[in-house]
């Protein structure tokens, strides 16, 4: 199975400043990456997928890049409503699905 | 406007058994597989179960396979996750979700069950 690790755990932000998060795959996974935000008692929601590409809807400020083994989810000026925790997860062995990362909370400093 | 609205969440003993169902709208339903996907509480996200547009075809994770079942009736435009020889480490938030390209595009607002005794 392929395990998913993302850093940092936390990550305190002000509001306005550049927030990067890390995903690393335990083997390659191309560019089979997506990654979704989740608000407290909301479901998650997609952002990212094929590692760089936006979902329908997201704004320009979140960013997602990286192949193989090491990713990074970009939020460039962050806004109140990105406060969330955000997954990775891979989806290279599709069928049937991936695995996912355990999760980067951002808070606001 | 894509809608996943899952039910058939509660409370059930270890050992019990509970059907969870999924309705979807505002999409061709039978074009997308379907995902459930899991939640325990102040986890993280937990991949469970998948199944092919026409329902020929289905997966599951190595936690839950032998004891869960996932169908759709497409006539319906419904999902299921039976769920049978339930654990208390099964307990969670279930969500049903798409996702034909391996990723989930679109997800419901989830379904609690709590494996209890």
């Known amino acids: 199975e392929i395990v998913m690790t993302q850093s940092p755990a936390t990550l305190s932000v002000s509001p306005g400043e550049r927030a990067t998060l890390s995903c690393r795959a335990s083997q390659s996974v191309s560019s089979n990456l997506a990654w979704y935000q989740q608000k407290p008692g909301q479901a998650p929601r997609l952002l990212i997928y094929?590692?760089?590409t936006r979902a329908t809807g997201i704004p320009a400020r979140f960013s997602g890049s990286g192949s193989g083994t090491e990713f990074t989810l970009t939020i460039s000026s962050l806004q109140s409503e990105d406060f969330a925790v955000y997954y990775c997860?891979?989806?290279?062995?599709?069928?049937?699905?991936?695995?996912f990362g355990q999760g980067t909370k951002v808070e606001i400093k | 406007e894509v809608q996943l609205v899952e039910s058939g969440g509660g409370v059930v003993q270890p050992g019990g058994s509970l059907r969870l169902s999924c309705a979807a709208s505002g999409f061709t339903f039978d074009d997308y597989a379907m995902h459930w996907v899991r939640q325990a509480p102040g986890k993280g996200l937990e991949w469970v179960s998948l199944i092919s547009g026409d329902g020929g075809s289905t997966y599951y994770a190595d936690s839950v396979k032998g004891r869960f079942t996932i169908s759709r009736d497409n006539s319906k435009n419904s999902l299921y996750l039976q769920m049978n020889s339930l654990r208390t480490e099964d307990t969670a938030l279930y969500y049903c979700?798409?996702?034909?390209?391996?990723?989930?595009?679109?997800w419901g607002q989830g379904t609690l069950v709590t494996v209890s005794s």
């Open positions: 979700a798409t996702g034909h390209r391996g990723f989930f595009d679109y």
């Open positions: 997860q891979q989806y290279n062995n599709w069928p049937p699905s991936g695995t």
């Open positions: 094929g590692a760089s």
